[in-house]
């Protein structure tokens, strides 16, 4: 058994909560794209947990946690995630796994992940993490991968006849000082007696785990539209959060795939640049940044923020295939006396009612909206569907009529217990 769960916005829609509560029925979590620019925020308990790449699911007792191939692996940034969990009181050792034909990011990726979006006329709004950059050096065939790094000489090899390429252009193009390949192999030799009890081959793994009935939920990071394909193009990330990148980021056949889940907010939100047709302006903007907590768990970003987007994630829903979908965040809505949703687009007086794949098109159209009526009640203390006032019944009615998906849980809080069946 196979759950996929991806995000239908542009990412930060509460995946890592909602991870955590369907891990109760799992026994694998299994992370399939992205690398350490994700950032899930999970609170038991009154405390507060930030992840960048480890799965939430880690919460759960006894639950192992998988890195696939399809990740990006920053093993400095893995090692402190880990250190600091830890000190948390969450006990880790022995229940990550990472993928050996995974690719590694290394201190020369996330310096041009910075210097390159810096010169660009148009900045993308990266993390700065080195995720692009390490995507870009394992589709151009110079990556190093975890299974390299295990042997210190074929580390060593490859690297010093990598690192002269980044060097000149770092030196060249960007001014930049070039990166000491002894720096680089003393900081990481540290780290391979760390990871290597981690490494095995994931693909024979999960395989092997779902023959023996385990039950595997799988997680992408980001969202729909920062695929680089589906997503805004060219405003998205490096890899794919849809739920096909689930099996060449995890090595599992599609047939292995029960169920698909799709995670979006009550409202709307986006980090870094890129159009975002129902963004808002002024004291209602931030209002839902300051009520909704919408900074970036792995940057601190202010989100932009704006109204639900039906036009979204009915295209996500249907891209994804998903069975049901998640709402997150509707007590932020509380106190607001109407809620728009956009419907369809405007276009040169053309309506459009599907998501355009034209990057010209979309950051032009201009949103359609349906206004409903809001509610004042706090929804915090909502533990069933029937407990919410009727309007905000009403407004989860209308987006499953209007994304054509069943809404199968409903969020109204951070903490672990605010969340509860349809």
């Not at 009154?46 to 960048?52: C, L, S």
């Not at 699911?57 to 093993?75: A, E, S």
């Not at 990472?98 to 900045?123: F, S, W």
């Not at 997503?231 to 794919?240: K, L, N, R, W």
Request: aromatic share 8%; charged share 25%; proline share 5%.
């Amino acid at each position: 058994m196979v759950t996929v769960l991806v995000g239908t916005q542009w990412g930060d829609e509460g995946k890592g909560k909602v991870v955590d509560h369907l891990a109760a029925q799992a026994d694998i979590i299994a992370r399939y794209q992205g690398g350490a620019n994700a950032g899930h925020t999970v609170v038991v308990n009154g405390q507060r947990y930030v992840f960048h790449l480890i799965p939430s699911g880690i919460l759960r007792p006894g639950k192992v946690c998988v890195l696939g191939n399809g990740v990006v692996i920053d093993p400095v940034s893995l090692a402190e995630e880990i250190r600091l969990v830890e000190k948390q009181g969450v006990n880790i050792r022995g229940r990550i796994l990472i993928a050996e034909n995974a690719h590694l990011t290394l201190p020369y990726h996330k310096l041009l992940d910075q210097v390159e979006d810096k010169r660009r006329e148009k900045a993308i709004g990266t993390t700065g993490r080195g995720i692009g950059a390490t995507y870009v050096d394992k589709y151009s065939r110079v990556g190093i991968r975890v299974v390299d790094f295990l042997d210190e000489t074929i580390f060593r090899e490859k690297l010093r006849t990598t690192l002269p390429l980044k060097n000149y252009l770092l030196e060249t193009y960007y001014g930049e000082k070039p990166i000491q390949a002894e720096k680089v192999e003393e900081e990481y030799d540290k780290l391979r007696p760390f990871l290597q009890p981690m490494v095995t081959d994931v693909s024979l793994y999960l395989l092997e785990s779902i023959n023996q009935g385990k039950r595997i939920l799988a997680e992408g990071a980001q969202g729909t539209f920062l695929d680089v394909d589906f997503g805004t193009y060219p405003y998205v990330t490096a890899s794919h959060p849809v739920a096909g990148g689930v099996c060449t980021g995890l090595g599992l056949p599609p047939y292995k795939v029960n169920r698909v889940i799709g995670v979006a907010k009550a409202y709307t939100t986006r980090v870094g640049e890129g159009p975002f047709p129902t963004e808002l302006q002024g004291e209602l903007a931030e209002g839902l940044r300051q009520t909704g907590n919408e900074f970036g768990s792995t940057t601190g970003r202010p989100r932009r923020c704006g109204w639900f987007d039906a036009v979204l994630v009915k295209y996500a829903c249907r891209l994804n295939g998903c069975h049901e979908l998640v709402i997150t965040k509707l007590d932020v809505l509380s106190g607001l006396e109407k809620i728009s949703v956009a419907v369809a687009y405007r276009h040169e007086n053309v309506l459009i009612k599907d998501y355009p794949l034209s990057s010209y098109v979309f950051s032009r159209v201009q949103p359609v909206y349906e206004e409903m009526p809001g509610w004042k009640e706090d929804l915090s203390s909502a533990r069933r569907f029937n407990d919410l006032p009727l309007a905000a019944r009403q407004y989860l009615e209308r987006i499953e009529q209007m994304v054509e998906t069943r809404i199968s849980l409903v969020s109204v809080g951070s903490s672990r217990e605010q969340i509860f069946q349809r």
